[in-house]
């Protein structure tokens, strides 16, 4: 992702921000700034592919968009127990911070998880205060980031669902990649995450 300082203790969202091409505009009253900053979402692409020079693949947008779809689709005895429309805002919230932190895998040994998880609270933090604080009284990015830190605290149903949902996103795509490359690539790691 860009000019990102691998070293755990220098990196910080601010220092990815600034280096932005178009850095967003902070502590307005318009979300324009923070639609800017989810446009790298779209362009960004799945990293654990290119291992298997899939180098056109899903985007983070793309694995979100899919997910949000598929919570819509839960089968009616499960649907009964959870709160849906809060399962697919959590699909579209759970890799929102890769908009700033990029990509990392389980696989990638220069970031480790708990590092991971600290930087996407930090750049959540940021969407949260420093471009949503000042829209709608800043509720709107306060809930986002109650969202966010519920599917990383993995505790409620609706998390739990989303988690196994995430899961089985990435295991249909594996299996479509290997169907577009006629069987010429192997993703059976992906089958056991």
Known sequence: MGSQPTNETSWSAQAVISSLPHPPLENGSSPVPFF???ERLKTTKREGWRRFDINHGESISDHMYRMAIMTMLAPPS???KLNIPHC????LIHDMAESVVG???PVDTEVTKAEKARREAEVM??????????VYGGSAGEKMQAIFQEYEDNETLEAKFVHDIDKMELLLQAIEYERTHGGKIQL???YAL
């Open 103 to 105: 990509d990392i895998t």
């Open 125 to 134: 933090e940021y969407i949260s205060k420093t471009l949503l604080g000042g």
């Open 188 to 190: 059976t790691e992906f």
């Open 88 to 91: 697919t805002k959590m699909a």
């Open 78 to 80: 499960l649907a009964r």
């Open 36 to 38: 800017h900053l989810l």
